[in-house]
């Protein structure tokens, strides 16, 4: 069946560092990608996406790339803010069907 | 509102009491889901409704917990008898084409 598999946290980072969350999937067929996150106290938003292969999702600095051929869309931003602390969710949708398929999340805490 | 809500926002509750979830999806998403989420833990799918289709029930966890939803409007999340391992947040969302919007979700407590 379909699965989202992403890197255990939490990740610490200092501001201004680089950050990567990874994030592999299992599908059939073309699913869409997504990350969503998650501040706290707050529900989920969706951060990117990206809907066939090759695609790049950006949004506020950070950048996904839809790679068929590793099965990956992992979560990339340059130089990572205070205000970037928050719990980050890949997740899968496939192609008309209708239940998301989220990873475990992880949690990133950036420090002044 | 443009957005998903969810009321109440927190609610603390006694073993054994049932409580009702609220929800309100965005004007004209045809599908809603209820997920939960323990502290610290992703989300746990639960139920899901498309339309008129019978909804996707499987993901609750006990029959005590049910849900409805009238047409494309509010949908309630019921949960009989509560138990101390049912407190988490419950999420609820509302989706367009492939993407979910989600609520700010309802705290529950179960003392």
């Known amino acids: 069946g379909n699965s989202v598999t992403q890197m255990e946290g939490p990740v610490t980072l200092s501001e201004e560092a680089f950050l990567t969350i990874n994030c592999t999937y299992t599908?059939?067929?073309?699913?869409?990608l997504f990350w969503y996150v998650q501040y706290p106290g707050e529900g989920l938003q969706l951060l990117l996406k990206a809907t066939k292969a090759d695609d790049k999702g950006s949004n506020k600095g950070f950048e996904a790339t839809y790679r068929k051929e590793t099965t990956s869309f992992h979560l990339e931003k340059g130089s990572v803010q205070v205000s970037d602390s928050a719990v980050y969710f890949c997740?899968?949708?496939?192609?008309?069907?209708?239940?998301?398929?989220f990873g475990a999340g992880t949690r990133l805490f950036v420090k002044a | 509102g443009a957005g998903v809500s969810q009321s109440p926002s927190n609610k603390v509750t006694e073993k054994g009491k049932d409580v009702e979830l609220r929800c309100d999806p965005i004007s004209g998403h045809t599908a809603l889901y209820w997920y939960r989420q323990r502290l610290g833990q992703g989300l746990e799918f639960l139920i899901y409704?498309?339309?008129?289709?019978?909804?996707?029930k499987s993901g609750l966890p006990s029959d005590r917990f049910s849900a409805e939803r009238t047409g494309e409007s509010v949908s309630t999340l019921t949960i009989q008898r509560t138990q101390q391992e049912d407190s988490a947040v419950y999420l609820c969302?509302?989706?367009?084409?492939?993407?979910?919007?989600f609520g700010p979700g309802t705290r529950l407590t179960v003392l």
């Open positions: 409704f498309q339309g008129n289709s019978a909804p996707d």
């Open positions: 997740a899968l949708s496939n192609t008309g069907g209708f239940k998301t398929i």
């Open positions: 969302a509302s989706r367009n084409t492939d993407t979910q919007y």
């Open positions: 599908a059939t067929g073309y699913p869409s």
